[in-house]
């Protein structure tokens, strides 16, 4: 089955940098990579998505990219603000199955 | 538009006791339903899936069941609750032609005392 790696698993940064988080997947059949947010205590919510056939997708501040032939997608978060501040979620869903693997996560703080 | 409902919102159970958590969605026909278990500070965990009525796979051994006795009601229920039962637990949704956005509920904080 699919394998998703997310790394790192706890991030700071100061507000206006930029934040970077990476996920690798396992299986070359994979075609959909969202994002989700859960800030604390509240239901994750996706950010961003984006399928196989595309290579980067942005929304404002967020963008997401995708190396097919390395399996590995990113998210960007620029000019960061404290309210960026959650877990983020990677997923791929692959081959035959319409199950998301997940990722393990990342605590973003952001610092005023 | 859709919506989905989780309820309790909250909900506290000594050891050894029953428990039935109710996810219920709106506005869609013959969804995908998961349920997710995730621990304090941790990832998420899947439970069960579904893809129709009465169908129920699961994905971890353990002493909780699911059911999905109507088209958009999944119901995640356990006979006898343990110490390690306690986290947050999610129900989710997709649309039934996979590889789609998850639309989560609200949660059920459980906590077994």
């Known amino acids: 089955g699919e394998n998703v790696e997310q790394h790192p698993s706890t991030l700071s940064v100061q507000e206006g940098d930029s934040a970077v988080i990476k996920c690798t997947y396992s299986d070359s059949a994979s075609n959909y990579f969202p994002w989700y947010k859960q800030e604390l205590g509240k239901r994750p919510q996706l950010i961003i998505d984006i399928r196989s056939n595309v290579g980067e997708k942005k929304d404002q501040r967020i963008a997401v990219t995708l190396n097919k032939t390395a399996k590995h997608f990113s998210l960007h978060i620029t000019e960061t603000q404290p309210e960026d501040s959650a877990v983020y979620f990677c997923a791929a869903t692959g081959g035959g199955s319409y199950i998301p693997t997940f990722g393990r996560g990342t605590s973003l703080i952001v610092h005023p | 538009s859709q919506t989905i409902h989780q309820w309790p919102a909250t909900l506290v159970q000594p050891v050894g006791s029953p428990l039935s958590l109710e996810c219920t969605v709106e506005g869609t026909s013959n969804p995908n339903l998961y349920w997710y278990r995730q621990a304090a500070g941790r990832g998420l965990q899947l439970l069960f899936y579904?893809?129709?009525?009465?169908?129920i796979s699961s994905e971890v051994p353990q002493n909780l069941s699911a059911s999905r006795p109507q088209d958009r009601q999944f119901i995640l229920s356990s006979k006898k609750l343990l110490l390690s039962d306690s986290g947050f637990y999610l129900c989710?949704?997709?649309?039934?032609?996979?590889?789609?956005?998850?639309?989560f509920g609200p949660g059920t904080r459980l906590t077994v005392l």
């Open positions: 989710a949704w997709s649309l039934p032609s996979g590889r789609n956005e998850q639309f």
């Open positions: 579904s893809v129709g009525i009465g169908q």
